[in-house]
């Protein structure tokens, strides 16, 4: 047999218990004394993910900007642009689900909440799930609620017409910023969208999960202060580089 540690990483959720335990040749493990109860968010991780994604789409633009004349050049740069702005807003419309997830199941409510969205005739959307999670969860006023519904509807959109798309969808449309005529993938997952769907749900995250007045029991709270703590090495990436986060507003 051998010694395992386990290592206190970022989205990694630790409850009492030893941080040494013993795994045994079938892979499974024991601990001495009080059992050890492991957790794990992958929202900072997604969101890691879609700033990675984004710097690559941005790149790809600035170049693109650059080699404009050169139209084989252009189009080469605008797909990897497309590809990098695509898994950007996926990765951080996964982000939000994740937010959503760890913010439902510490609700006192939660089991109600799903059983409405179940007895729905029509279903209730993703979006609408998730917007509804956070209103209830946080002490959000209207103006904010709906805000906040507005930014999640958006992302999600996004996300669904890279899992989705339309396949009548055929036409060519003209890009904002070269001014071709291209396929509309190209416009819709540039650099520009990914950076401000990242921008917002940052926003979303980090608004919900500052301010201790906003809290509707201490489950909530706790994950939240566990999750700002795991982001906010991003968010200050992205002051840095971008200037800061709630300069635009959502």
């Known amino acids: ?99 959503f997830h760890g913010t439902l199941k510490n609700l006192d409510n939660s089991d109600q909440l799903r059983e409405q969205w179940k007895s729905s005739k029509k279903g209730t959307a993703r979006y609408k799930r998730v917007a509804e999670t956070l209103r209830q969860a946080f002490k959000l006023d209207d103006k904010q609620a709906k805000n906040f519904k507005e930014t999640i509807r958006l992302i999600y959109d996004f996300r669904d017409r890279v899992v989705h798309p339309d396949s009548t969808q055929k036409g060519v449309v003209r890009h904002p910023e070269f001014g071709y005529k291209v396929e509309w993938r190209f416009a819709a997952f540039r650099a520009i969208n990914a950076k401000n769907a990242l921008g917002n749900a940052l926003q979303v995250i980090e608004h919900c999960c500052v301010h201790e007045s906003h809290f509707r029991n201490k489950e909530v709270a706790s994950y939240c202060k566990a999750l700002h703590k795991d982001i906010k090495p991003t968010i200050k990436k992205w002051n840095r580089a971008y200037g800061n986060l709630y300069g635009k507003g959502i």
């Not at 009080?34 to 633009?61: E, Q």
């Not at 050049?73 to 990897?80: A, F, N, R």
Request: glycine fraction near 10%; proline fraction near 3%.
């Open 1 to 99: 047999m051998s010694k395992g540690w386990i290592i206190s990483g970022k989205g990694l959720r630790i409850g009492v218990g030893p941080t040494t335990i013993t795994i045994k040749n079938d892979g499974t493990f024991e601990s001495n004394g009080v059992p050890l109860l492991l957790g794990f968010d992958m929202c900072p991780h997604w969101i890691d993910i879609s700033y990675n994604h984004l710097k690559t789409a941005l790149r790809m633009n600035r170049l693109g900007i650059r080699e404009n004349e050169t139209s084989s050049k252009v189009s080469m740069l605008l797909e990897k642009e497309f590809i990098a702005g695509m898994q950007s807003i996926t990765a951080t419309c996964t982000a939000i689900d994740a937010f």
